[in-house]
């Protein structure tokens, strides 16, 4: 089936069990706002779980933070996000249609790489077992002539961001000959640039209220409590404080469901260390971060290190982790090396130090900043992406998502056989003894079979049948999500069982 059907039949899923739903949706929906349902939350908080647990609890020098989304508006001016969060916009004079110019030039990039692994896929497939990838990449013509092209332009886009080139972004649309997805023509606009921020008002009169703005990151509010944390928990460099929080875009190119959404929430964590030592650190939050991804199991190979075609204003180094979706591999985290700019701007514009006496040097500095941010609501899709399964059965098929134990909403489903002979009374007596460590479901409707595949359809990884034995000699069955296979366990066992399979110490352990 094709990648972009498999997607279509992801979204679907998720309003069907729970998962997320439109924002609004009886009055038409509100574009690129979404709400989490009774499983998305649960699924979400684990996801934030796992991040949070991973910084703060096992990074003796990472604390916690929960800044308000307003702030003072000063602080974006500071930031630079009133002069330069900006996204290059482009329109189509036939469709009335907007699009981001570098999103146009990247899908374009992404097409040239298309062609060249299908034609390295087909090879494959050709010479079999002995076929040399890298051979073939290096020879063949017409892998050649694709990455030709996406050398030329891969360089010419990258000096337009650089040189903040707006004419040079239209005139590589038009010699791409890319085309409006709707119209199907090259009528564009020039391209122009769009502040991202929300803004609202404070105060209750005209004269008195002043425009403030909704947060587009969180970061801001870790910055302008670093002395505060620094000195109230006398943190010693190297420290970070972590954040988990709403943020807003005003995104113009909203698409691909809550890979880009309006209102979304981010993880972020700043690393205050040392001038000098900050790229050093890059590299062991790079590394540590792609731990963290991997140890959920999807596959090492569907994750990449992307570097960034154009530094941030306020950065100097920058790589994103990319995750292959159905839609091609994208972005899901960023890990930034900040240099001073943040605290220095702020230190600038609120007219108060913001420094660091460091002992050991015997003077005081502004320290540097790494970060790392990744976006719970596009986590979430990389999950969720990478556990939803149509198998094949021998007499029919099913729809599994095979999410991570420890992220799933639902651990385990107890399920009497019948509804009678005690057997509904002896699953709850299950339940209440399993209830306080982990997500129980009891479910006694329908055929055992139909409930196995609703469970699967929300990800439980286990399944406990309670049957006329189970009233005998107090033991059940236990049926696993993805072999299927059953085994009989006593159910004094079952907290153990599934304890060991649900554990963030566990996951922790792969890291
Ligand atoms: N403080 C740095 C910062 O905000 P970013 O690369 O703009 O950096 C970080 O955003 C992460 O936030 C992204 O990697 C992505 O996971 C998430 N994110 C950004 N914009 C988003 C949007 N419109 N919808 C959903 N997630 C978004």
Redesign the pocket.
Known sequence: MAQEDIFKKLVAHCKEYGYVFQSSEIYDGLG?VYDYGQMGVELKNNIKKYWWDSMVLLHENVVGLDSAIFMHPTIWKASGHVDAFNDPLIDNKDSKKRYRADVLIEDQLAKYEEKMNKEVAKAAKRFGESFDEKQFRETNPRVLANQEKWNELHTRFSNALNDNNLAELKQIIEDEGIVCPISGSRNWTDVRQFNLMFSTEMGSTAEGASKIFLR????QGIFVNYLNVQKTGRMKIPFGIAQIGK?F?N?IV?RQF?????E???M?MQFFVRPGSELDWFEKWKETRMKWHRALGFGDENYRFHEHEKL?HYANAAV??EYKFPFGFK????I?SRTDFDLSQHEQYSGKKIRYYDPELGESYVPFVV?T???????FLQVISASYCEEQLEKDTRVVLKLPPVLAPVKLAVMPLVKKDGLPEKAREIIDELKFDFNCQYDEKDSIGKRYRRQDAIGTPFCVTVDHQSAEDNTVTIRYRDTMEQERVAIADLGKIIGEQVSYKKLFGKM
């Open positions: 690129a587009p990151e969180t970061a943020a875009r995104e909203a809550i890979f880009r959404m309006r979304f929430e981010q972020e941030a994103d982790v972005e899901v985290e960023g930034h970060e941010s990744i976006g719970v609501d596009r986590m």
